[in-house]
T-cell receptor, first 111, second 114 residues
């Protein structure tokens, strides 16, 4: 079963625009991670945010976490065509090593 | 090695055939995970190893699925008597510890059962 759900399921934007994806989860967590998956490839780890953090930045990525709402968002600023991919959030299942992935957001950045 | 290596990259199996999927984790990574990803879905947890010990196999869908990591490095996921519903991408990931610093994923094995 999948704990996380990303919203929207699909997103299409123009190059240079910002892209925001949301993730909701169900159980308590120690941390939440975001991954990118290009078509036909494995997942690439983007960023990890711990439950006691509210916001984290990495380059053009900004992640927020609201544990009271059990939700997180991933913002990609100044998007590029190369950002076209599926993005998944993953949460540690009740604080264990087992990460549960969401259903993903398919982002398409148009040049 | 520099990354997680999985082989074969693609596998077509006839229904009822046994298959073996290999994962070479990053050297020194203690934790190894197998996930199954159906088309258009997120990865679903199958099993977890810490060194050679299989600590969690709760995600294996049936007793036709078996995983091993006998020397604490290379792992093999075996599927016996494959069925069409086994068609998916099988992803292997490793991490230095339990994953709290993120997993490194391999490119996966795409299994198609015909």
């Amino acid at each position: 079963s999948q704990q996380g759900e990303e919203d929207p399921q699909a997103l299409s934007i123009q190059e240079g625009e910002n892209a925001t994806m949301n993730c909701s989860y169900k159980t308590s967590i120690n941390n939440l991670q975001w991954y990118r998956q290009n078509s036909g490839r494995g997942l690439v780890h983007l960023i990890l945010i711990r439950s006691n953090e509210r916001e984290k930045h990495s380059g053009r990525l900004r992640v927020t976490l609201d544990t009271s709402k059990k939700s997180s968002s991933l913002l990609i600023t100044a998007s590029r065509a190369a950002d076209t991919a599926s993005y998944f959030c993953a949460t540690d299942h009740s604080g264990t090593y087992k990460y549960i992935f969401g259903t993903g957001t398919r982002l398409k950045v148009l040049a | 090695g520099a990354g997680v290596s999985q082989s074969p990259r693609y596998k077509v199996a006839k229904r009822g055939q046994d298959v073996a999927l290999r994962c070479d984790p990053i050297s020194g990574h203690v934790s190894l995970f197998w996930y199954q990803q159906a088309l258009g879905q997120g990865p679903e947890f199958l099993t977890y190893f810490q060194n050679e010990a299989q600590l969690d196999k709760s995600g294996l869908p049936s007793d036709r699925f078996f995983a091993e990591r006998p020397e604490g490095s290379v792992s093999t996921l075996k599927i016996q008597r494959t069925q069409q519903e086994d068609s998916a991408v099988y992803l292997c990931a490793s991490s230095r510890t339990g994953g709290n610093y993120g997993y490194t994923f391999g490119s996966g094995t795409r299994l198609t059962v015909v």
